[in-house]
């Protein structure tokens, strides 16, 4: 919802030094050419000036204007177009030995025309250096790489796409891997003034592909570019490691304009991520550097960050004093930016109460914001609030319903599947307000239906749902009543959390505490079991029990002992387990004696089971892997766990793959859509920056021994339940909308009805003895849920060490789908 700005790449100077020289000055040539692409300006003029010391001041010299020309660039790069300005519009020798110079000479202008904002004057100073030089292949695909990006900047798309993806080819094709990247970065940056940050990324991702050219200016540039995507599309961790990098490469160059714009893009990252405080000396540092080197543009674009950092502090005279900056540097070729500072005078005034102002103000960036989606739904945002606070809940929510509309049509036009789990993070508490509002206006059903709206939609892709689908709140009613579930949704926010209980009765809404609150609890709670191996039941008051309070006891009147309960959780809540929870009476115990839990990412995800839909078992087995690498020994038990469960299946129902034949290409090619059970035994990693890298360590040679979620997420699946036996293998990360993403998240999105993961750390053998209960049950005819409840019930009576939470609490039922009333519990 930011204003912010990407690096553009600038086309360096590049001759072929094929005139009679002395080595020297080669060498120095191209020792100070260097210098200007890794951005080490100053030590880039030195040279130059010391070689033009040398060349002295022959007007005849071939090699005293390749230098002068390359000063130029240098001073040009900082930017400094006063000081290039003489050696732009001084008169080459006559000959043909000097017409290359003469081409270079006139892209030179060309760039200073781009730096003073005189696109269309660029473009005709272009074409006449294409028709100066055609021979010379190196300054043509600098011409170009200029040319597609001015033609980027006048929103010319088709003929820049074209035009850099040409010099791709070509530089390709000649080894220039240098002018390879320029094009390149270009082409992200097309994307990004289109909106486009996931497409984007492929293309700095590729720049960032070529490590030899880690050092230049171009690379750090597309470094600090994929940080500003990477934080648009809400994964602030990787934008905020790429960003400091690239700051840090900046300052150490000196390099003023990279320096402010990555300063800048930092603080933009911190401001998207809500951490205004750190945001602000970034935009300040940026502001600074751009207004001393006389760079109006950026100055124009940092200040506009600023008003919109002290709008978020609610420091109006200041957020006013830098949007009035922001109007009066902003340059006449940026005139979209207008839309943002009308935007952020609208917060201003409505901050300040002048409330007839701000919506003016609102309606009048809606009116202009045409493919400015972050405007749109800001704006909309600013109207609902301001409706609301009118009493006019009606109009709030048409502006809110308006908003989320804009929100989810962005999300689902995102390409790749990362992309569209993380884009919500930023965005989540538009449906807060909305659902807060709802609430407040005694719209209980309709909370609900906007709540799970925000939920699992990734993947319901994978279950054909296409979002932004909304399942009514009698839809609901009519799975829990066929099922004969409980369903429980739970909805945390920062002022009041929420949770909904759906059955056959109908729809209650209990409000809850602040979600700091819970958070703080659960993580209390998990660290007990998971780090001290404790047990819940043998304190009084603990984490555990204040849970229980907080999470269960409002509800409670609707949950029977004996209560088949479907949960979906939010926020901190999907890394708890609910089973584990302290229950007091006349007997203390856990509350996996009373309830029968699943854990479902959303409502409207689910569905009953039909009748025709039972299958004759077939199970795929896959583990006790042979060990790949040195960190994924052999699992002890895993053998004996494979050998129990074929026992209770038979060998003519069960494919197994074991030792080397336990391969990630072995799961791939069994045509794991055919069978009902699929099973693994194997290590499992998690990854938290980056879930869907999460892997299942199988066998095979050195990077090709991995299963990757984001490779299982797109292979179809029929099965009725997975199973990984794994560390952490339910998933390392929530996100805001989509929940806990990892294996279990990455086995349903490929179709499977439920999945057994586990939220920490397992035991080898406990594992094995859990999963050895868990089949001999699923054999019998049990439904997972109930299996795996019984298995849990069995170690927990077994007593000593194992009864502890730690060895019979990871694993969990993830599922989409419910068992018909019949078979219910």
């Not at 017409?99 to 074409?127: E, H, N």
């Not at 989540?428 to 939609?457: H, T």
């Not at 555990?544 to 949960?567: H, Q, Y």
């Not at 077939?618 to 053998?639: E, K, M, T, V, W």
């Amino acid at each position: 919802m930011r204003l912010s700005r990407v690096l553009a790449s600038l086309t360096l100077f590049s001759i072929a030094c094929g005139s009679p020289a002395s080595r020297r000055l080669d060498d120095a040539f191209e020792t100070a050419r260097l210098a200007l692409r890794r951005g080490e300006l100053t030590d880039a003029l030195e040279r130059a000036d010391r070689a033009l010391a040398v060349t002295g001041a022959s007007a005849t010299s071939e090699t005293h204007w390749k230098f002068l020309l390359l000063r130029a660039e240098i001073l040009l790069s900082k930017p400094d177009v006063a000081l290039a300005q003489p050696i732009l519009i001084e008169s080459l020798p006559e000959g043909a030995q000097f017409a290359p110079l003469r081409a270079r000479q006139q892209y030179l202008v060309a760039r200073s025309q781009v730096i003073q904002g005189r696109l269309p004057d660029a473009l005709k100073t272009l074409d006449e250096v294409g028709r100066m030089a055609p021979d010379d292949r190196e300054l043509q695909m600098d011409a170009e790489v200029l040319g597609g990006q001015v033609r980027l900047r006048l929103g010319r798309w088709a003929d820049a796409d074209s035009r850099l993806t040409k010099v791709v080819s070509q530089a390709e094709a000649t080894g220039d891997r240098y002018r390879q990247v320029l094009a390149l970065n270009n082409l992200g940056m097309g994307m990004i003034v289109r909106n486009r940050c996931d497409e984007a990324l492929r293309w700095f991702e590729r720049v960032l592909s070529f490590d030899d050219l880690n050092q230049t200016l171009v690379y750090s540039g597309a470094m600090n570019n994929a940080g500003a995507c990477y934080a648009r599309l809400g994964q602030f961790d990787r934008a905020i490691t790429l960003q400091e990098r690239a700051v840090e490469m900046h300052q150490r160059r000196g390099a003023a304009t990279y320096q402010e714009q990555a300063l800048g893009e930092l603080g933009a990252t911190y401001l998207l991520q809500n951490n205004v405080d750190r945001a602000v000396p970034y935009f300040q540092q940026g502001l600074k550097i751009a207004s001393e080197t006389g760079n109006n543009e950026d100055a124009s674009l940092w200040a506009a960050n600023l008003s919109a950092a002290y709008v978020a502090l609610r420091h109006w005279d200041e957020a006013e004093r830098f949007n009035n900056e922001a109007k009066r540097l902003n340059p006449p070729n940026r005139a979209n930016r207008q839309l943002w500072y009308t935007l952020y005078g609208g917060q201003i005034a409505a901050g300040r109460q002048q409330f007839d102002e701000a919506r003016r103000l609102y309606n009048e960036a809606l009116a202009g914001s045409r493919g400015l989606a972050r405007v749109q739904w800001a704006a909309h945002e600013g109207l609902a609030n301001l409706a609301s606070t009118a009493g006019d809940k009606p109009a709030a929510a048409r502006h809110f319903e308006a908003a989320l509309e804009i929100i989810e049509r962005t999300r689902s036009d995102l390409l790749r599947t990362d992309y569209k789990l993380s884009f919500l993070t930023e965005l989540i508490r538009f449906y807060r307000e909305y659902v807060a509002l709802l609430i407040e206006r005694g719209a209980v059903e309709r909370a609900l239906e906007v709540a799970d709206s925000s939920r699992a939609r990734v993947l319901a892709d994978g279950h054909g749902i296409v979002a932004p689908a909304r399942t009514r709140a009698s839809g609901f009613q009519r799975i829990a009543t066929t099922s004969g579930s409980v369903l429980v949704s739970y909805w945390l926010a920062p002022a009041h959390s929420y949770a909904w209980v759906v059955d056959r009765r109908g729809v209650r809404v209990h409000e809850l505490p602040p979600s700091a609150e819970i958070e703080n609890l659960v993580r209390t709670h998990n660290a007990a079991i998971q780090n001290s191996l404790s047990d819940p039941l043998s304190a009084n008051d603990s984490a555990g029990d204040r849970l229980f309070r907080v999470l269960v006891e409002p509800i409670r009147d609707s949950i029977a002992p004996g209560t088949s309960l479907v949960i979906v959780p939010d926020g901190a809540l999907h890394g708890l387990n609910f089973e584990t929870l302290p229950v007091d009476g006349a007997r203390r115990h856990y509350w996996l004696e009373d309830v029968e839990i699943q854990i479902a990412p959303s409502l409207s995800l689910l569905r009953v089971a039909g009748p025709n839909e039972q299958r004759a078992p077939s199970l795929l087995l896959i583990g006790n892997a042979a060990a790949s690498d040195p960190q994924f020994p052999a699992l002890r038990y895993a053998a004996a766990e494979i050998a129990d469960i074929e026992r209770h299946f038979g060998a003519d129902r069960t494919r197994i793959y074991q030792g080397a034949q336990a391969s990630p290409a072995a799961y791939r090619e069994s045509q794991p859509s055919q069978f009902t059970l699929v099973h693994f035994a194997a290590h499992a990693t998690t990854s938290a920056e980056s879930p869907l890298d999460s892997a299942v360590i199988l066998a095979g040679p050195e990077g090709a021994y991995k299963l990757y979620a984001r490779d299982v997420a797109e292979l179809p699946l029929h099965a009725d339940l997975v199973t990984v036996s794994g560390c952490r293998s339910a998933g390392g990360r929530a996100y805001s909308g989509e929940g806990l993403v990892g294996f279990a998240w990455a086995f349903l999105r490929a179709g499977a009805r439920r999945v057994i993961g586990g939220l920490w750390d397992v035991d080898d053998r406990s594992t094995a003895a859990l999963m050895d209960a868990l089949y001999g049950r699923l054999a019998a005819g049990a439904p997972a849920p109930e299996a795996l409840r019984q298995a849990k019930l069995t170690m927990l009576a077994s007593g000593g060490t194992s009864a502890k939470p730690y060895y019979w609490a990871p694993f969990q039922v993830f599922t989409v789908s419910l068992q018909p009333a019949s078979r219910s519990r």
